[in-house]
């Protein structure tokens, strides 16, 4: 594992798998502090990570399959519906690292058992600096063909903090949410988001919530009333799109910023509009990159 550390923040970091993020910590008066709610120490699979990479695709993919230039394609289904890509359980490359920052890369050739049929590869940086964490990503279209193209973070952030009476507040803006049935895959096009998911105020996560919103500005704020931190995410403008999963009970919720929605390569076909899918042509490269920036008086 690779381990990260300015004065105010830790990040460890798993390349084997998935390059994913086994934990994101705070230093809250001199402790460390969970921010993102950490893998145990068993990490082992894409349900326990603190976030991971979603990518050449996020969200699901319905029943695995759809049709892309008038080429069908099949993907695993291990939860029926294809789910979050193909890099995020995989091996990847350490490229560079210092004491704060490190870069990797996954080749999706490397794998006998690729099911994506467009080559592809991913570059990934990690970076801190003071109270601020930032995830940079390209994917790169290697192959001779368009290919669809996707990319997001799966940060799951820890609802409470250092008080165990507090609740995190969420507040971001966005123009509409897609409407789903029993699994989180649209069934059309964006509509208004009822009062009851309406997060443009800041709120507690009161209601549960697994779906997709659009037309998000890039923004957000979270904040831990009792321990006294607020922590600001801005993501790239090629991030229009934000799935929150906020399961009842759970001491987690997750605030993914995604470029597409889900299962955006079905909708293409349906000619639902706005869905944020890029056809990314060959030797050209999708760029992503999120921001997390803290601020508090009890840092350090």
Request: proline residues 9%; hydrophobic residues 40%.
């Given at each position: 594992?690779l381990?990260?550390?300015t004065d105010?923040?830790r990040?460890?970091?798993?390349?084997?798998?998935?390059a994913?993020?086994?934990?994101?910590?705070?230093?809250?008066?001199?402790?460390?502090t969970?921010?993102?709610?950490p893998?145990?120490?068993?990490?082992?699979?894409l349900?326990?990570?603190a976030?991971?990479?979603l990518?050449p695709?996020?969200g699901?993919v319905r029943?695995?399959?759809f049709?892309?230039n008038g080429?069908?394609?099949?993907?695993?289904?291990?939860e029926?519906h294809?789910i979050?890509?193909?890099v995020?359980?995989r091996p990847w490359?350490l490229?560079?690292?210092s004491?704060a920052?490190?870069?990797?890369?996954?080749?999706s050739s490397?794998?006998?058992?690729?099911d994506?049929?467009?080559?592809?590869?991913?570059?990934?940086?990690?970076r801190?600096?003071?109270?601020q964490l930032?995830?940079?990503?390209?994917?790169?279209?290697?192959?001779?063909?368009?290919m669809?193209?996707?990319?997001?973070?799966?940060?799951y952030?820890?609802?409470t903090?250092?008080?165990?009476?507090?609740r995190a507040?969420?507040?971001?803006a966005?123009?509409?949410v897609?409407?789903?049935?029993?699994?989180?895959?649209?069934t059309?096009?964006?509509?208004?988001?009822?009062?009851?998911?309406d997060?443009?105020?800041a709120r507690?996560?009161?209601v549960e919530?697994d779906h997709?919103f659009a037309?998000?500005?890039?923004?957000?704020?979270?904040?831990w009333p009792?321990s006294g931190l607020?922590?600001t995410?801005?993501a790239?403008d090629?991030c229009?799109h934000?799935?929150?999963y906020?399961?009842?009970?759970?001491?987690?919720?997750a605030f993914?910023?995604?470029?597409?929605v889900?299962?955006a390569v079905?909708?293409?076909?349906?000619?639902?509009?706005?869905?944020?899918?890029?056809?990314?042509?060959p030797?050209?490269h999708?760029?992503y990159?999120?921001?997390?920036?803290?601020?508090?008086?009890?840092?350090?």
């Open positions: 594992m381990e990260l550390q105010h923040l990040l460890g970091i798993d390349p084997g798998i998935g994913s993020v086994r934990n994101l910590d705070v230093k809250l008066e001199g402790q460390w969970p921010l993102w709610y893998a145990p120490d068993r990490f082992s699979d349900r326990t990570p976030c991971y990479v990518a695709y996020s699901r029943d695995g399959k049709e892309y080429q069908p394609v099949t993907l695993a289904s291990p029926h294809a979050h890509g193909h995020r359980n490359s490229v560079e690292r004491a920052s490190c870069k990797l890369r996954f080749l490397a794998f006998s058992d690729m994506f049929p467009f080559p592809f590869v991913v570059e990934l940086e990690y801190l600096s003071g109270a930032r995830i940079e990503l390209k994917l790169f279209n290697i192959g001779t063909a368009s669809p193209a996707g990319a997001g973070l799966h940060p952030f820890a609802r903090l250092t008080d165990p009476q507090e507040t969420l507040q971001f966005c123009q509409g897609y409407p789903s049935e029993d699994v989180p895959i649209p059309g096009p964006a509509q208004a988001v009822p009062p009851d998911w997060f443009s105020s507690e996560i009161d919530l997709c037309g998000w500005d890039g923004r957000a704020a979270i904040r009792g607020t922590a995410l801005e790239s090629t229009e934000v799935v929150v906020a399961p009842a009970d759970q001491p987690f919720f993914e910023p995604v470029t597409h889900n299962d079905n909708l293409l076909t349906r000619g639902v509009e706005g869905h944020g899918l890029v056809d990314l042509a030797r050209d999708l760029s990159a999120m921001t997390l920036k803290l601020e508090g008086e009890r840092l350090g």
